[in-house]
């Protein structure tokens, strides 16, 4: 909730109305490590409006086609859906809108790119994402990077059959665009150093290079050349130097990178045992991941741990491996301990360490860069910098390991930091974010709209095994359109402006999630609030405003497509869109009526009757209310609120002598396009009196 | 306050014996003496008095107090019914001193049906006073003074006092007939000297009623409304509050021929008179416009 | 709350017959609270009044604003235009709203967009029923809380007439009967006695009969003590 009252006077002073979205952020843009719009995204999606969406999901994040496909998305984790039945599909969408947009993303670049250099080591998510920031502001940043491709372990580690290589170039292609230079092959520390990119000019250097290595275990026979780092295996299938892993491999490890490993390694035909210290709870891949490996047919080895290397000859036969009584102490730190007395041989001919990734600080060659006792790069987390202040740090190298989305999130703050250091004021950076909006309270959860989270299909597990080819298929747009409007805009409903409120008590009658709180005036809780319009619509006094859109604008917007029609037939049709066909809102429509243009919102709960009245004031001769049937809509009580505010509108234009035929209510938004376009036809007909209106029977 | 009667329907009343009363109603428009010239030849020396209704049912029409003064001069004793809804205090007193001057005594007080149910529902409805306050304003005249006073507080003094006797109203079948007999209890505490009740077609429920009301030593006069149609009894069931025609007389009057109806509906007045006349003091046989029938209904009766 | 409603369109349009520019001003008091005469209704009712004025061929221009009170002379500060500015104010707010406002704007025509009606409750979404009708003698101590003047139609206070049936009014079957609704609150009550006692004549001076009413309350009157 707001910290204080909203006044007219404040509306007045905002530059932009969407100022009032910034002042509570919904949970899946708070916990997003980006911050991405994901209400603002999920809506433009819902309406049809895929390139705004995917230009929208690009303001933050510069790896959108690679989070659309391999994300962690914590915004889905934290969607208020939960309470009402599943999160919202973000990540589907987002790869929906993604891939349809593919390279044609807007790109802004910066007017002018005539601020200093920086070199930027590693292309990964992080270097990348620092890049585009200081692209953006003016810069000239060059990304150095050891491999021929951009990307980082996304584009060198990830298998393509969960991230196809086509899918990084999008967004690598599409972050160079914006004035980034790109230094393939360059190994900084091995083919150049630090010093030689100061010397060449650059005027600050990020270090992003990640956790380039793997972990390995010091055991009996793991030097021999078949015990294979992970990353290392998972290069080398990514450049198609295609390992021979042979008949039987054991993967080590129970993370994400050794299910990337197993399901690798099953698809270069080898049968394939994953083991690991923990238990199938404890373990810290995700749960589907863990279950896709299991469905192509890894063997899973819980709670035992690698003791030896078993060699016959020059050959690996196995892994002796030991019980594992448990692997986190009483505080939840890791501490395994053995039972030594329950050993096992687990035959294998290959073996592929997948325990964790190290960093690699062959960089520091030749530099005055510091590591501390720990072999860690030294480094300030407030503002990125090194023990050189030139030289900034950021990404996995320098946070804990995690994902895409977080490592591009550390690449924005450390370009913050560079542009603070290079424009010569102190590093300080803000990173104090807007409340955000609690969960839905079970009373309201249990009003709002029950629709079932809309899946994507996934190849059966044996064609799979066959192939590197993306496994999880794509929406359709219907279905992106479908899973987009399960969004609740959570944050984007109703602020009273407490000057105006009368403490009438409208909005806590007419709202159908009994929101409002009326004491001296109106409140309305923004985390109870589900943006219905409902109490906008209906109050006395124009004292509720919305955050998310604003009644004035969509007014404006309808007043110039009734101006660009050139006909007598000047109709508008307000229609529902909780149901209609993407083409709908997208306009792209094209089985439209001649003469009306078909407007649409997300119910017909927002749409008062004042804006009835000013649409036929802008000029059209007649308004469509398309509502959908009680129980289709969103929203209760919407259909019944619509249809009184028809009949009340049509009263008025009697008054008036203007014909309450001017006014039509269908309810038929629900029933698909063919029904819809009909009922619509029929009722322009009604307007122009080509049809005798039947008998009300209301 | 002499204990002298001040009309023949208080002498009858008073003298124990059953008394019978009828009622006209001036027509809307001048002229009335068609009306009166039935009261002459119908119920002049068949009843005790006959009413004037006022105004009634807020259809506007010729003033009660001229066919009350019309029927004085035929030799027939009024009763002159006065509503609160059309006049304030100031001419609701005047009037009763008018009514005196021509002679009138008997005065029956209502609250009158409110203007929206008559024939200008647009008219102003004033009920400054009710049908207590109204009585109590009786009281009042009668004791030489008026509802006014002077700046120092003191009544305003007539010059000639009136005397009347005074009657009220009260529906003996209504479904919450509590607050009816509370409201009685008030009018007779005001001053009411007798009472005609609204119409009774259910002999037990009044008996109930009359059982309640056995504390008010003021005689009663049960109402009778001439049923002339099976579907004015079904109107009255539905429009007329606190009147219920049971079935079985709606039945007879369905069921008789046309040329039988008065016959049967002089049989059913009749009948119920003659069930009722031991429970209370008399009868008020509301005949509306039918005064031939009256004759009819006290032989029905058994009371001729 | 005071209650009002808008008045026939016929009588709008008479009154602003000529006029070029009007603006329609609300109240944000008693008639934004029934719905009727907020800015929201200002706003339909000036677009309503633009349409009707286009469909006609009529130049007229129709403005809206809202002012939190018509009967406080400060508020009128808060108007976005000088009223003078406009051909006609229709207002929007109670009968005291416009002629208050008239009083303060000698010289601008303000006009009665409402017919100002009653003092009500709001019973339900939509419903304002009246509850006191003002008449300056409140007797609600010995009617169980029921306003005899203002919810019996005839506000009698000695009781029920003969038009009480089934627990509701002759005047109107949907209506209840007032002293029916007295009688059992004061049984309720146990308090009955109060329906047998005769209440006083009532005293129309402090209803309608002595002109015009004011409070007057000496201790806020910038009058100085002692000068009445």
């Known amino acids: ?698 | 306050m002499s204990n002298e009667p001040v009309s023949n329907l208080q002498r009858d009343l008073d003298s124990g014996e059953f008394v019978v009363t009828a009622e006209i109603g001036p027509p809307k428009g001048t002229n009335i003496a068609p009306v009166i010239h039935e009261a002459e030849e119908f119920l002049k020396g068949k009843v005790s008095a006959v009413n004037v209704t006022d105004i009634q049912t807020a259809v506007m029409r010729g003033s009660s107090m001229v066919g009350a003064k019309l029927l004085f001069d035929a030799g027939i004793e009024p009763v002159l019914q006065m509503v609160t809804r059309d006049r304030n205090r100031l001419a609701l007193q005047s009037d009763l001193l008018a009514a005196h001057i021509f002679g009138i005594r008997n005065v029956l007080c209502l609250t009158g049906d409110h203007v929206t149910m008559g024939d200008h529902p647009q008219a102003m409805p004033v009920y400054d006073l009710d049908s207590v306050s109204l009585l109590d304003a009786m009281c009042k005249l009668e004791a030489g003074t008026d509802l006014g006073a002077d700046m120092k507080g003191k009544a305003n003094e007539l010059d000639g006092v009136p005397t009347f006797f005074k009657g009220c109203c009260v529906t003996p079948c209504a479904d919450e007939v509590d607050p009816q007999v509370i409201k009685l209890e008030k009018k007779v505490e005001a001053g009411a000297q007798f009472v005609q009740t609204q119409a009774v077609y259910e002999p037990k429920v009044f008996e109930t009623f009359m059982k309640k009301v056995e504390h008010i030593k003021v005689p009663i006069l049960v109402g009778i409304v001439m049923l002339k149609t099976a579907g004015m009894a079904k109107y009255m069931n539905r429009g007329v509050p606190g009147v219920v025609v049971p079935d079985a007389i709606i039945q007879r009057m369905t069921d008789c021929e046309k040329p039988d109806r008065e016959k049967v509906s002089i049989e059913i007045c009749g009948e119920l008179v003659s069930t009722m006349k031991d429970m209370c003091q008399g009868a008020h046989l509301m005949t509306l416009g039918w005064d031939h029938c009256v004759p009819g209904i006290i032989q029905a009766a058994g009371l001729a | 709350m005071i209650v009002a409603e808008r008045k026939p369109m016929d009588e709008i349009f008479q009154m602003l017959a000529g006029c070029k520019k009007v603006l329609v001003l609300g109240c944000g008091g008693c008639v934004t609270v029934c719905l009727t005469g907020g800015e929201r209704q200002a706003e339909m009712l000036a677009s309503q009044l633009n349409l009707a004025a286009k469909a006609k061929g009529e130049a007229m221009q129709v403005d809206f604003d809202s002012i939190t009170r018509q009967c406080e002379k400060e508020f009128f500060d808060n108007l976005s235009e000088a009223p003078a500015d406009y051909d006609a104010v229709l207002s929007i707010a109670c009968g005291a709203g416009v002629g208050y406002m008239s009083e303060q704007f000698p010289k601008v025509t303000v006009l009665p967009g409402m017919n100002t009606t009653h003092l009500a409750a709001n019973v339900a979404l939509g419903i304002w029923e009246e509850y006191c009708r003002g008449c300056g003698d409140c007797m609600l101590a010995w009617t169980g809380g029921v306003c005899p003047i203002a919810k019996c139609s005839k506000s009698l206070v000695n009781g029920t007439c003969g038009g009480t049936d089934k627990g509701k009014c002759e005047v109107n079957p949907e209506m209840n009967c007032g002293w029916l609704m007295i009688y059992e609150r004061l049984k309720e009550l146990d308090r009955l006695d109060e329906y047998r006692t005769m209440r006083p004549l009532r005293d129309h001076r402090t209803d309608r009969g002595n002109g015009v009413r004011r409070l007057v309350l000496a201790e806020m009157t910038e009058e100085e003590a002692g000068d009445e």
């Not at chain 1, 909730?1 to 009032?20: H, K, W």
């Not at chain 1, 407030?382 to 895409?404: D, M, N, R």
């Open chain 1, 1 to 698: 909730m707001r910290d204080r009252d909203l006044t007219s006077a404040d509306v007045a002073e905002f530059a932009s109305p969407r100022e009032l979205m910034e002042a509570e952020w919904a949970p899946c843009r708070y916990h997003c490590p980006v911050h991405a719009d994901v209400r603002g995204y999920i809506e433009l999606a819902a309406r049809g409006q895929f390139e705004a969406a995917a230009n929208l999901v690009r303001d933050c994040l510069p790896f959108a086609s690679v989070c659309g496909r391999i994300c962690h998305h914590p915004c889905e984790a934290n969607c208020r859906r939960c309470e009402v039945d599943q999160a919202v599909a973000v990540r589907e969408v987002k790869r929906f809108v993604c891939e349809l947009t593919g390279v044609r993303a807007a790109v802004h670049k910066a007017d002018k790119q005539d601020l200093a250099k920086v070199a930027i080591v590693g292309a990964g998510p992080a270097g990348m994402a620092a890049a585009l920031e200081l692209a953006r502001i003016g810069y000239r940043p060059t990304v150095f990077e050891k491999f021929p491709v951009a990307g980082g372990i996304p584009a060198t580690a990830i298998p393509s059959y969960r991230l196809p290589r086509d899918v990084i170039r999008q967004d690598t292609d599409w972050i160079f665009a914006h004035g980034v230079d790109f230094v393939p092959n360059c190994d900084i520390g091995k083919d150049k150093t630090i010093a030689d990119l100061e010397a060449e000019g650059f005027e600050a250097v990020l270090i992003a290079t990640g956790l380039a290595d793997s972990r390995m275990l010091p055991l009996p026979g793991a030097d021999h050349k078949r015990v294979l780092p992970v990353l290392t295996f998972l290069t080398d299938v990514s450049f198609d130097r295609t390992p021979d892993v042979g008949a039987n491999v054991l993967v080590i490890g129970g993370g994400n990178v050794a299910m990337d490993a197993a399901r690798t390694a099953r698809r270069l035909g080898a049968q394939v045992t994953a083991m690991c210290l923990e238990n199938e709870e404890e373990m810290p891949a995700w749960d589907w991941e863990r279950d896709e490996a299991d469905e192509e047919g890894v063997t899973f080895l819980f709670r035992r741990g690698p003791v030896e290397v078993l060699l016959d000859g020059d050959k690996i036969v196995g892994m002796k491996t030991r019980k594992v009584t448990r692997v986190f102490d009483g505080e939840g730190k890791f501490s395994p301990e053995y039972d030594d007395n329950d050993l096992q041989n687990i035959p294998c001919d290959t073996v592929i360490m997948a325990i964790g990734q190290t960093a690699n600080l062959n960089f520091i060659e030749g530099s005055d860069l510091t590591a501390d006792d720990r072999g860690r790069l030294t480094y300030d987390s407030a503002t990125h910098q090194t023990s050189l202040p030139e030289v900034f740090a950021c990404g996995e190298i320098v946070t804990a390991p995690g994902s895409a989305v977080e490592a591009c999130a550390s690449g924005q703050r450390a370009a913050k930091a560079i542009d603070l250091y290079l424009s010569g004021r102190t590093i300080q950076i803000d990173d104090a974010l807007p409340p955000t909006i609690d969960k839905i309270a079970p009373a309201t959860a249990e009003k709002v709209l029950k629709v079932e989270r809309y899946g994507v299909d996934t190849e059966q597990p044996e064609m799979r095994i066959t192939t590197f080819d993306e496994i999880d298929h794509n929406y359709d747009p219907e279905i992106a359109v479908r899973e987009a409007r399960r969004c609740m805009s959570c944050g984007g409903g109703a602020e009273v402006l407490v000057d105006k409120c009368a403490a009438c008590l409208t909005c806590l009658r007419v709202c159908p999630f009994d929101i409002p709180v009326v004491t001296d005036v109106a409140r309305i809780e923004s985390s109870l609030c589900q943006a219905c319009g409902m109490c906008i619509a209906d109050c006395p006094a124009n004292a509720i405003i919305a955050r998310s859109w604003s009644p004035e604008e969509d007014l404006r917007q309808v007043a110039a497509k009734i101006n660009a029609l050139t006909g007598e037939r000047k109709i508008v049709a307000y229609v529902c869109g909780h149901h209609s066909p993407a083409t709908a809102w997208g306009g792209t429509l094209e089985d439209t009526i001649p003469g009306v243009v078909e407007e649409y919102l997300p119910s017909m709960s927002r749409l008062s009757a004042a804006e009835i009245l000013h649409t036929l004031e802008a000029g059209a001769t007649g308004v469509i209310v398309v509502a959908c049937n009680e129980g289709a809509d969103r929203y209760p009580t919407a259909p019944l609120r619509a249809a009184k505010r028809v009949e009340q509108v049509r009263e008025l234009l009697d008054e008036i002598g203007l014909g309450a035929e001017r006014v039509q209510y269908v309810a038929v938004a629900d029933r698909g396009r063919a029904a819809t376009r009909e009922a619509m036809a029929e009722a322009a007909d009604r307007i122009e009196g080509k049809v005798q209106e039947s008998v009300e029977s209301e």
